[in-house]
């Protein structure tokens, strides 16, 4: 029987993970508006994945026999700025993420639901991967600079991300 607390922090977590989605499909609407189509598709792929996650965690909950409650959505902004600004809010997004999954990890552990916390791991070490991949991006602008040459460069480069 999967433990109450941890439960309901799951099914929290869905809707953060659901959350995150919307947030980059706002953020590639953004994008393609300001004619950034490559960031507007590196976002796309990249709110697809949030989707895959509020998935992983769904099939968990019905596989631990558990119900999946859905939770209201907020809805996400509809201006991000330019792309510097607007990969540092991804950043700090995913950063907020990471202090989510940590502290749900960390629930886990207290309640010891070892298969929760075990399968959080994944999660944890997803983290890592997704905070990287975004800081490489804003230091990479923060180094070329802001230039409409380099922006246009990044745009070509972040388009060729390939959908999952
Ligand atoms: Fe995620
Ligand atoms: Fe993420």
Redesign the pocket.
């Given at each position: 029987m999967l433990n109450k607390t941890v439960h309901e922090a799951l099914n929290a977590q869905i809707k953060h993970?659901i959350y995150?989605s919307y947030l980059?499909l706002a953020m590639s609407a953004h994008c393609e508006s300001k004619n950034y189509s490559g960031m507007a598709k590196w976002l796309k792929v990249?709110s697809s994945?949030?989707y895959g996650?509020a998935m992983k965690l769904f099939h968990y909950v019905q596989e631990r026999g558990a119900a999946v409650v859905l939770q209201a959505i907020d809805q996400p902004p509809t201006a991000f700025g330019e792309p510097l600004e607007l990969f540092k809010k991804v950043l700090a997004?995913?950063q907020q993420?990471t202090t989510l999954v940590t502290a749900l990890y960390e629930l886990a552990a207290k309640e010891k639901d070892y298969p929760s916390q075990f399968m959080l791991q994944w999660f944890v070490t997803?983290?890592v991967e997704?905070e990287k991949n975004v800081s490489d991006i804003v230091d990479q602008i923060i180094r070329v600079g802001d230039t409409p040459v380099s922006l246009m460069m990044l745009d070509r480069q972040l388009g060729m991300r390939a959908s999952k």
């Amino acid at each position: 029987m999967l433990n109450k607390t941890v439960h309901e922090a799951l099914n929290a977590q869905i809707k953060h993970e659901i959350y995150s989605s919307y947030l980059y499909l706002a953020m590639s609407a953004h994008c393609e508006s300001k004619n950034y189509s490559g960031m507007a598709k590196w976002l796309k792929v990249q709110s697809s994945e949030e989707y895959g996650h509020a998935m992983k965690l769904f099939h968990y909950v019905q596989e631990r026999g558990a119900a999946v409650v859905l939770q209201a959505i907020d809805q996400p902004p509809t201006a991000f700025g330019e792309p510097l600004e607007l990969f540092k809010k991804v950043l700090a997004h995913e950063q907020q993420v990471t202090t989510l999954v940590t502290a749900l990890y960390e629930l886990a552990a207290k309640e010891k639901d070892y298969p929760s916390q075990f399968m959080l791991q994944w999660f944890v070490t997803e983290q890592v991967e997704e905070e990287k991949n975004v800081s490489d991006i804003v230091d990479q602008i923060i180094r070329v600079g802001d230039t409409p040459v380099s922006l246009m460069m990044l745009d070509r480069q972040l388009g060729m991300r390939a959908s999952k």
